[in-house]
């Protein structure tokens, strides 16, 4: 069973638009981390932004943000003013403290293009 | 420069081929990684290492076998190779105890079994 589900394959954007990714997970844990990633197109991994479930508020980072909704165990990362370069598939990562943290699940990603 | 760097890029084998994946850093990070990344799955664990000859599987290890002789190289080997492993290959590595906010990719390994 999928524990870490993003429900849309793909999504596009024009440029300067707000874009929206969703993601949902599984766990039974009190302390897990939700990580998102950025493929690019040479296939390199290139870290976003992370929220704990102990963070009281969404988490910011430069142009990426996250909606955390805990108790739906639902987590969006969100783009502000899209660019062509933010084009590429976004994945989230669960990570959870029974493995210290040093596990990731990831969801299946969303394939992103945002287009002049 | 922190890097993690796999070689080969690309590599066409057959069926019944013994393969080599081989991972390096450059960060002395304790612990490194395998996945594997398949259309419409994203990425899944194989193996993950916490050092030097400390391995333990992930959530697909059926089929694989790593090594981790040194801090800074982490193999991947496939003994007989199956059609079913064609993927990428993701190696990565870590600070250890965790941080996966601190988890850092190599550019991937292409595999093709025939």
């Known amino acids: 069973a999928q524990r870490v589900t993003q429900v849309q394959p793909t999504g596009s954007s024009q440029w300067g638009e707000e874009v929206t990714l969703d993601c949902s997970y599984e766990?039974?844990?009190?302390?897990?981390?939700i990580i998102w990633y950025r493929q690019l197109f040479s296939g390199e991994m290139v870290f976003l932004i992370y929220q704990t479930s102990f963070d009281t508020q969404n988490q910011r980072n430069g142009r990426y943000s996250v909606v955390f909704q805990k108790s739906l165990k639902s987590i969006s990362l969100v783009i502000s003013a899209s660019q062509p370069e933010d084009s590429g598939t976004y994945f989230c990562a669960l990570s959870e403290a029974s493995s210290s943290f040093s596990k990731l699940v990831f969801g299946q990603g969303t394939s992103l293009s945002v287009v002049p | 420069d922190m890097k993690v760097t796999q070689m080969p890029r690309y590599l066409i084998k057959r069926m019944g081929e013994n393969v080599l994946l081989e991972c390096g850093q450059d960060?002395?990070?304790?612990?490194m990684y395998w996945y594997r990344q398949d259309p419409g799955l994203g990425l899944q664990l194989i193996y993950i290492s916490y050092d030097v000859d400390s391995n333990s599987e992930g959530d697909i290890p059926k089929g694989y076998r790593v090594s981790r002789k040194k801090r800074e190289h982490f193999s991947l080997i496939l003994d007989s190779a199956k059609t079913n492993q064609t993927s990428v290959y993701f190696c990565?590595?870590?600070?250890?105890?965790?941080?996966?906010?601190?988890?850092?990719f190599g550019s991937g390994t292409r595999l093709t079994v025939l």
């Open positions: 960060m002395s990070h304790e612990t």
């Open positions: 766990t039974s844990e009190y302390f897990y981390c």
């Open positions: 990565a590595s870590s600070r250890g105890g965790g941080g996966a906010e601190t988890l850092y």
